[in-house]
């Protein structure tokens, strides 16, 4: 059996084929890049309505798979930006309708941990999912996955994105605040934001910016701001791995190519003798083949959609999702 | 000394009391140690540590001012980030909650309600309202425990956030129950707050809407 997934949740159009037997056939994705600012939900979706097409046939071309010979058809579904997710469904439902192939809506965030479930071997992992527009804490719990902690404002990855932005470092911006991080020496002192199982970013980041117009040293606050943002994850993910004592820890979405982050779980998991895993950041950013995996896991354990039950759900929760694979 | 509980970030400890105080005295206390976590720098570690364990005292104490049962605090430990206090006697609410009659069960998150609402007419915070940190006793007292991550915070946002913290343990925690038990606290939480409750609990439903993808939205125009 081979589907083909559609991720259009936010910058990423991506396409990816992958086996009933968990091989990754293609991974292909096109970036949009906003010019100025952040994302502007309907370029985004301009973006991939017209790479929609290049990218179907390089994906196929990649996997040598004609599409005919695609048995499922799966999309992200939410959550996300609404026009931008419309784009994707609109693509999905094209090909299952023009080639008569069943069609699934997935969840984002459920197709995160299981990729990195399928690239890393972690079986029942507390995972850590950070990006641009997400944070959270999500553990599997009584039959669905379940939110151990989230942001209450901006996630960290738009953290550090606006911060970058505000000091004038090139997009994006959380790539340039590690490189500046390592040549920090002092850590400054900011708002570190933890309540209870949940998180605040939007004080740092303001404060982090504040302190550089007072002229604070560049290096240091990149340093500091890193510090104490991982810190808070870190710690969120620790009461996780606590409350459910789980011994495994994943770490995944496009935060996790920070190399901080990582030696700061792995310090995390191994207090807890739990093991740390990070998939490939081929499979942490949004990519085709979370998606793909997930409507196989779904089809196969019984789950069927009609048309009219595909619909996109920009605030569609993981503890929404029944996962009768698990 | 023997490890009564490894917590998220501290060890506790129960002791002898003249071993805890190095006094004379009857009965065991809890001593609480704040461990230094590896993974965090120097500076972070040792500021977070030592502002929790000053400020979880107060709190403790302010807490009980406010008709609010939590331990006995008799000592605070900078240095040595420790806090020695009472040992309660009974069971945590995350162990009972799902077990007890409907009736029970609606009781026990009404007083849960009323408790939660006395702190924040006191200006308080709790900032981690699990049930773990709810200690049922034998006479039907609730305890208030773990304050580590509390403040003094009178404004309509951190009540929202605290009671917000609250539904989702419920949620993530006792999920058989959550609907009930949640609709028993707030109950309980109106009753004891008097006006402006309706305020706060709306309040929760729009932090509810935020964080989500919304924040993603939001950034839009950043
Ligand atoms: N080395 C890094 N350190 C910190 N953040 C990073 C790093 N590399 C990428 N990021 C951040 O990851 C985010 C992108 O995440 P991604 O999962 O690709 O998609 P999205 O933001 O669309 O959800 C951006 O906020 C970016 O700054
Ligand atoms: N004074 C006490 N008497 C009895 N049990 C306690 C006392 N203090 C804490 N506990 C129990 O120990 C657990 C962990 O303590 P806590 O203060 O919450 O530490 P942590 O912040 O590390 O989780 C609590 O959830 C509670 O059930």
Known sequence: ?326 | MSLMKKGAEANLYLEPFARALHRAGEGKLVVKHRISKRYRTPEIDEQLRESRTALEAKLFSDAKRASVPTPVIYEVDRVGMRLVMEFIEGKQVKLVLDKLSRNARRRLCELIGRQVARLHRAGIVHGDLTTSNMILTREGKVYFVDFGLGEYNPSLEARGVDLHLLKRALQSIHFRVTDEAYRAVLAGYQREFGRGAGEVIKRVEEIEHRGRYVAKEDRTWR
């Not at chain 1, 096109?30 to 390089?58: D, N």
């Not at chain 1, 850590?128 to 939110?147: D, H, K, M, P």
């Not at chain 1, 994105?161 to 000091?167: H, L, N």
């Open chain 1, 1 to 326: 059996m081979i589907c083909l997934g559609i991720e259009s949740t936010a910058h990423t159009f991506g396409i990816g084929i992958v086996s009933d037997k968990g091989h990754i056939l293609a991974n292909v994705s096109s970036i949009y890049v906003p010019e100025r600012g952040g994302i502007h939900p309907r370029e985004a979706a301009q973006h991939h309505a017209a790479v929609a097409k290049k990218t179907l046939e390089r994906a196929l071309a990649k996997a040598k798979v004609r599409i005919n010979e695609v048995n499922l058809v799966s999309f992200a579904a939410g959550p996300g930006l609404g026009p931008a997710l419309r784009t994707g469904a609109t693509a999905a439902r094209a090909i299952s309708s023009f080639f008569n192939i069943p069609l699934l809506a997935v969840n984002h965030c459920v197709s995160h941990v299981e990729i990195g479930r399928l690239a890393t071997g972690a079986k029942d992992p507390v995972t850590l999912y950070v990006s641009g527009g997400n944070t959270q804490v999500i553990a599997f719990e009584a039959g669905r996955y379940r939110v151990f902690g989230e942001t209450l404002d901006i996630p960290v990855g738009n953290c550090l994105d606006v911060f970058a932005r505000e000091v004038g470092l090139p997009s994006p911006g959380g790539p340039q605040v590690e490189r500046l991080a390592r040549k920090g020496k002092h850590y400054i002192a900011l708002p570190y934001v933890v309540k209870g199982m949940d998180l605040s970013f939007s004080g740092l980041m303001t404060e982090a910016v504040r302190k550089h117009r007072a002229g604070g040293d560049l290096y240091d606050l990149c340093h500091s701001l890193q510090e104490t943002a991982f810190a808070a994850l870190v710690e969120v993910t620790e009461r996780a791995v606590a409350h459910t004592e789980k011994k495994e820890v994943m770490l995944t979405g496009g935060v996790a190519a920070n190399k901080r982050l990582r030696e700061m779980l792995r310090l995390m998991a191994g207090e807890h003798e739990a093991r740390f895993f990070v998939p490939s950041m081929g499979l942490c950013q949004d990519n085709g083949p979370m998606i793909a995996w997930t409507g196989i896991l779904a089809y196969k354990h019984g789950v069927r959609q009609r048309l009219e039950d595909t619909v996109v759900n920009q605030r569609w929760r993981v503890d929404e999702v029944n996962i009768p694979w698990r």
